[in-house]
């Protein structure tokens, strides 16, 4: 669901959504876009304490798995720039065809949201 407040952009992301953003991310960038990475990070990050509610565990192939029926969804704000740069992200791993089942909600999420004044 997305929403549109004072030129910021409103998502809703489940706890997987805000961890499997991050496999978005390029490992190297410029300097820009790794700010913007930073201040994506920051916005998206999970606690230990939701972690350890939702019962996070490290498989030995070195995934995660959780309790999803205690997951709750959290209302992200974006910038326009931010929502821009997800959806190059997003169009990157369709171009280079990373998009696995676990990311292809999160993948429409990002490609179907409309900017402020839409």
């Known amino acids: 669901m997305t929403k549109k407040d004072n030129g910021l952009i409103s998502i809703s992301l ?14 190297q ?9 930073k201040e994506i990070r920051l916005k998206t990050e999970t606690s230990v304490k939701e972690l350890e509610a939702l019962g996070v565990k490290q498989n030995p192939a070195g995934g995660v798995s959780w309790d999803t029926k205690n997951e709750k969804k959290k ?3 974006f910038s326009q720039a931010e929502i821009e740069f997800l959806k190059k992200q997003v169009e990157r791993f369709d171009k280079e065809k990373k998009i696995t089942q676990n990311i292809l909600g999160l993948c429409k999420l990002i490609k179907d949201t409309s900017g402020p004044d839409s």
């Open 14 to 27: 489940s706890t997987g959504d805000r961890i499997h953003l991050q496999s978005l991310f390029p490992a």
């Open 29 to 37: 960038t410029g300097f820009l876009e790794a700010v913007m990475i």
């Open 75 to 77: 209302t992200i704000k």
